[in-house]
C-alpha cells in the first residue's frame, strides 16, 4: 500500500524560508515522479510542483517560480519542496501526490494528509 507522508510545515514570517519533507514507503519510490500541490480554506487545490522520477526534469506554475525548488532523494524514499521568500499567499496545506508513471503526466493516483504552512506577522 502506497504512504505519502509530509512534515515540515508550520508558522514562518514573510520571507522566510521553509522545507517540506514528504516521505514516502509501499512502492519502488524512484519509479514515479512526484508532485506538491497546496490548498487553502475555499480554494480549489494548486499544483505547485513536480520532479520526474530521476529528477530528470522539474515543473512550476508562475506563482512560484523561481522561489520553489522540488527536490528529491530516491535512496531515501523522500522528496521536498524548499520554499524561499515566502508571502502569506503561500498560506495552505501542502500535500505532496505519486504520479502513476515515471514522467509528470499529473496523473496522480496516491496523495498524502497534507502539512500546514502560514506564513504571518
Known amino acids: 500500500q502506497v504512504n505519502l507522508v509530509e512534515s515540515g510545515g508550520r508558522l514562518v514570517q514573510p520571507g522566510d524560508s521553509l522545507t517540506l519533507t514528504c516521505t514516502a514507503s509501499g512502492h519502488t519510490f524512484s519509479e514515479s515522479a512526484v508532485g506538491w500541490f497546496r490548498q487553502a480554506p475555499g480554494k480549489e487545490r494548486e499544483f505547485v510542483a513536480a520532479?520526474?522520477?530521476?529528477?530528470?526534469?522539474?515543473y512550476y506554475p508562475g506563482s512560484v517560480k523561481g522561489r520553489f525548488t522540488i527536490s528529491r532523494d530516491n535512496a531515501g524514499n523522500t522528496a521536498y519542496l524548499q520554499m524561499n521568500d515566502l508571502k502569506p499567499e503561500d498560506t495552505a496545506v501542502y500535500l505532496c501526490?505519486?504520479?502513476?508513471?515515471?514522467?509528470?503526466?499529473?496523473?496522480?493516483?496516491?496523495w498524502g494528509q497534507g502539512t500546514q504552512v502560514t506564513v504571518s506577522l
Open positions: 520532479i520526474t522520477a530521476n529528477s530528470e526534469y522539474t
Open positions: 501526490a505519486k504520479e502513476s508513471s515515471y514522467w509528470v503526466r499529473r496523473e496522480y493516483e496516491a
